[in-house]
């Protein structure tokens, strides 16, 4: 069974910046589509940032690339997602997730999110 553990969340100031990490077990995550979500408090879940195993393709929501950054470090097996100028409205727990249909675009599997296993989220709290 995969499993995936997701840390990094904390609580930060506004304009601040923050690394989450994504750290899988069984499952390289070279392999595969690799994606960032996050749930605020009384919202639904929704895509951050998901990358491609094909050809390292990205998506970001909205206007998230500006701030934000994923990457993986195949030696580590990690996933990370960098976020800088954090806002309040960044608040939220972050889950990370892998895809095994690594034939699907993830400009289309990740705002959809269409990922198979998922994390436990971790807390990002930006004060204002």
């Known amino acids: 069974e995969v499993q995936l553990q997701a840390s990094g969340g904390g609580l930060v100031q506004t304009g601040g910046s923050l690394r989450l990490s994504c750290a899988a077990s069984r499952f390289a995550f070279g392999n595969y589509n690799i994606g960032w979500f996050r749930q605020a408090p009384g919202k639904e879940r929704e895509a951050v940032s998901c990358?491609?195993?094909?050809?390292?393709?990205?998506y970001y929501a909205g206007s998230l690339y500006s701030r934000f950054t994923i990457s993986i470090d195949n030696a580590k097996n990690t996933a990370y997602l960098q976020m800088n100028s954090l806002k309040p409205e960044d608040t939220a727990v972050y889950y990370c997730?892998?895809?095994?249909?690594?034939?699907?675009?993830?400009?289309?599997?990740?705002?959809?999110?269409?990922?198979?296993?998922w994390g436990q989220g971790t807390l990002v709290t930006v004060s204002s």
């Open positions: 990358i491609s195993k094909s050809d390292h393709s990205t």
């Open positions: 997730a892998l895809s095994t249909a690594t034939s699907y675009d993830v400009r289309w599997s990740c705002p959809n999110q269409k990922f198979d296993y």
